[in-house]
């Protein structure tokens, strides 16, 4: 037979199973922390009419689309989950209950040229808070808490979530008569940590033509929370000044205001207002989530709130605010950085069971009986050496091995070994699975991530 | 602007939220009873190479595809979810541990003619158990036990698994000598439930030109299960008439034996001769899953034991059982057949906090304190008639109500409304959870599926 070389794309992640029950298990504890804040799931198709999916247009998008035919359909893969949120809205909108609230964890594909920790095909991980003509600044100030909540749930320590308002840097430029460079000041700014103050600087008065003091008041003022001076109490004094930057102010205070009550402690919330987010779509609060031992992996979890959702659809106005985690480059990097928990328990099962009887009834009696108390259990029935049926529960990392004998068999018990101890005993049948239930406990309700 | 009008692709499912809700809590369950056996999760890239991915090739599979180029890639979406294991096992043999359990529930793709209850993109959620070289029949006895399981925690009661075996099938026609007609009588002992007997006795006499005898003789047979009768008994007296049957006959009723160590009552199985599943491909056990007061929707969860996993990519031996649930669908027929279950909890949140006074702290606080107990909460902030944030929770269903005024938050209280019966009362804090934890866990722990 002619055989074909199996391979797997380049850009698209494929694990090993101890990794996928680590980034399932993240994926779980992503859902329940989202569905906790009262968000609905949403599964929107993969593949969408080409003309939906690029209405807004646009270079970068298009360049990347993966893009098909079908029949006479001009198709396309989406490259994210905003996009079939817009078309889902709007195609629903007399259905759905407003603010609609929902959450999306889905693959998404862009053709993006191939290198290291970059994919082609990944999860992102959404909420969105969608508003009808209108919609409250509470949504904005839930989000980092929403933020904190599920990292977390997934265990991971080392975190801040960063807060600015696109209205306070609009309203600052405006008071300073900046307003024609602000678009080009923010994309400087946002570069800030990058590039270093001085050359922000330079590019800010020798390339854009900000008069130098108007340049050093701002940089003060932005970098505030660099030096360790709290950026809202500064800001307070440029109350007054104009309606947008009082309207942001405002709305940044409120937030910060009400972290306390939605349960986020200072350590992992800092209003920071060289935050940006490069794109133009937002309009008032943005979110960024860094890990300080690693700036160089960016943020892990961003967003922010925009006016208008669905104009290539609708004319109904449909503010939002909403943040997106990337998971296939998180994990990528959490594995990089040895972040994950290696205290987690990622073998497909908590118990082999060994038949060591002609009649196998007792045996497959016993896994019935563990696998209804909800313990992850595997009969290995295959004709081996036992030295080769042990090596299978060593290789999986199976942290139970069950023999059913005739002695055992006669006598009602079971023997169990704990293979990390190599301790074997023989117990009746009922307290040899509870035996195995508290010994899995541990690993199995161990968080994925462990720094 | 420009507006497009947004669609969805046709034979692309798309539910609304509560729906969504239904879907994904069977997902959950599904993925739970397969962990519960040991099977370990997979997730596979939605586009392989085409040449990959069509290495078997065949023709009606290749119309169907939907195949793309990207730069100079000639690529294509899975068409299921047994070409990537293929490739997977072959792609990893040297990582992997066999017998090989792994499952995977994932989106594929076929371009199929466009008509009710037919999908483009379908969820599958298969569970495969590879061996390297050789696989003992006990994980062939399993897949009963699973599938009985499975529906189970989903809530189905009216369902029946029926199992088969292609080696007495073929066994019975060598000893019949009717070899060389195995494969067209097979394919149409496959209609005997659409046809009738007559009309397959017909078929069997005038077409294939079988004695009118062994046809008969073959019919009794088969169709004793349908007539209330055993084959198994039946089968015993065919012993010794050639090695094949006696070999399918030994795996039969093997894997009938152990059915009750499995935990599958005789109410939901039977051994029945006529299943024959279509596909040349298995050569064991065969499975399908029925629901008696609906014949016309067919085998729900079907599969069987095949020889050879990936013998387009390897020259390694891989034989393999496994069993298939086309979730799309099922969900699709469930729903029509109002058989989910209305007593499930479809909200998006089992409380509502109506903030009702300037300082949002305390509600947040309340929110913050359902939210750390499980209890999914959203905090309705839109500055509306009470009307109408009461006409959001009811459009919602949202089961509770909690409204924080001047007056409760001086009592340190809290009011709760109870939506379904209307009841108000007024209580600290941990009471008002605690009723609220209570109240939801009927529609949060109910089953899915109703009937």
């Known amino acids: 037979m002619d055989r074909i070389t199996p391979r797997t794309l380049s850009g698209f992640m494929e694990l090993l199973p101890e990794d996928q029950i680590r980034f399932d298990r993240m994926v779980e504890l992503i859902r329940e922390s989202f569905s906790v804040y009262g968000f609905t799931p949403l599964d929107t198709p993969v593949i969408e009419a080409a003309e939906v999916l690029l209405a807004k247009g646009g270079g970068e998008t298009e360049k990347q689309i993966y893009r098909l035919t079908k029949g006479d359909s001009d198709l396309a893969l989406r490259f994210d989950l905003t996009v079939p949120l817009a078309k889902y809205v709007s195609i629903h909108y007399g259905q759905l209950a407003f603010p609609f609230r929902r959450f999306q964890i889905g693959k998404v594909y862009r053709g993006e040229r191939a290198q290291r920790g970059r994919f082609r095909e990944f999860y992102q991980a959404d909420i969105d808070v969608i508003g009808d003509g209108a919609l409250a600044v509470i949504n904005e100030a839930e989000m980092p808490s929403v933020i904190y909540h599920t990292f977390q ?14 209205k306070v840097l609009n309203g600052l430029f405006a008071a300073m008569n900046l307003e024609d460079k602000a678009g080009a000041i923010m994309q400087t700014v946002d570069k800030l940590e ?61 937030v910060a205001r009400y972290m306390e009550a939605f349960g986020v402690p200072d350590t992992h919330f800092t209003v920071d207002l060289t935050i940006a987010r490069g794109l133009d779509y937002y309009t008032g609060t943005v979110y960024e989530t860094i890990i300080p031992a690693h700036p160089e992996i960016g943020s892990i979890c961003s967003g922010g709130r925009y006016d208008n959702l669905a104009e290539y659809y609708t004319d109904k106005k449909l503010p939002g605010v909403g943040i997106s985690i990337g998971l296939t480059r998180l994990f990528y990097v959490l594995e990089e950085q040895k972040y994950l928990n290696p205290g987690f328990l990622t073998a497909p099962a908590d118990a082999l069971i060994l038949p060591m009887t002609e009649d196998w009834a007792p045996a497959i009696a016993f896994a019935t009986a563990l696998r209804s108390m909800g313990l992850r259990t595997q009969i290995y029935g295959e004709e081996k050496k036992f030295k080769n049926k042990m090596g299978y529960a060593d290789k999986l990392g199976i942290p139970y091995v069950v023999f059913l004998g005739e002695d055992e068999i006669a006598a009602n018990k079971v023997t169990v070994k704990d293979m990390h ?31």
Do not use: C, H, W
Request: glycine share 10%.
């Open 153 to 166: 749930a997934l265990g991971l320590k080392d975190f801040v979530i960063r807060v600015n308002n696109r």
């Open 421 to 451: 101890t190599g301790e074997q005993e023989t117990l009746p049948a009922r307290a040899a699975a509870e035996r195995i239930a508290a010994g899995v406990k541990p690993g199995r309700t161990a968080k994925p991530i462990g720094v």
């Open 194 to 254: 990058k590039i270093g103050l001085t050359q922000t600087t330079a590019i800010l008065v020798d390339e854009l033509g900000v008069p130098k003091d108007s340049a050093d008041r701002l940089l003060e003022l932005l970098t505030s929370s660099q030096r360790g001076q709290s950026p809202v109490g500064i800001l307070a004094s440029y109350m007054g000044k104009n309606d947008l930057l009082d309207a942001g102010i405002e709305e940044l205070l409120t």
